[in-house]
């Protein structure tokens, strides 16, 4: 394992079908878990998950909520306008390790240049979802660029 110490983790979401798989190998592996979401959909993780909940286009109490807290990650399931992810920038500037954007494959909506994919390949996406993904992507690039976000 390429951390030996059990790590403080945060999913911004965390009860869909991708986070709760992930969610659950960490619990498994002696991670602690924090899920933030509204409470509206079932958590299926096991027991020994904190829940904080909150909505997150509430961003001025989102913000609020982390002001004193600390993890090693924190991972975004439902950033879907470049607004959610300014204010998650806000939120979690000096207070992550590392900041993990979960996007789309809808940023290129048609085949990619080069497989495995990387960060290097062109935004071209058709759909609202997929440009505000990008813009999304583009923010954290640019805070990451500077030397103000993990």
């Known amino acids: 394992m390429w951390y030996n110490q059990p790590m403080n983790i945060l999913f911004i979401g965390g009860t869909g079908l991708i986070s709760t798989a992930i969610a ?6 002696g991670d602690q878990v924090t899920l933030f979401n509204r409470g509206k959909s079932e ?49 979690f500037q000096g207070r992550c390790g590392q900041f993990i954007h979960c996007s789309t494959v809808c940023v290129y909506s048609g085949p990619v240049t080069q497989i495995p994919t990387t ?25 990451y660029q500077a030397g103000k976000f993990p």
Request: aromatic share 8%.
């Open 43 to 91: 958590s299926r993780l096991p027991a020994g998950a904190n829940v904080i909940r909150g909505d997150r286009k509430d961003y001025a109490n989102f913000e609020a909520q982390f002001a004193d807290k600390l993890y090693d990650v924190v991972v975004d399931m439902v950033a879907f306008h470049p607004d959610d992810t300014a204010s998650a920038i806000r939120a």
């Open 119 to 143: 960060e290097t390949e062109p935004y071209h996406s058709v759909g609202s979802y997929g440009k505000n993904k990008a813009a999304c992507e583009m923010l954290l690039r640019d805070a």
């Open 24 to 29: 659950r190998q960490l619990m498994e592996r």
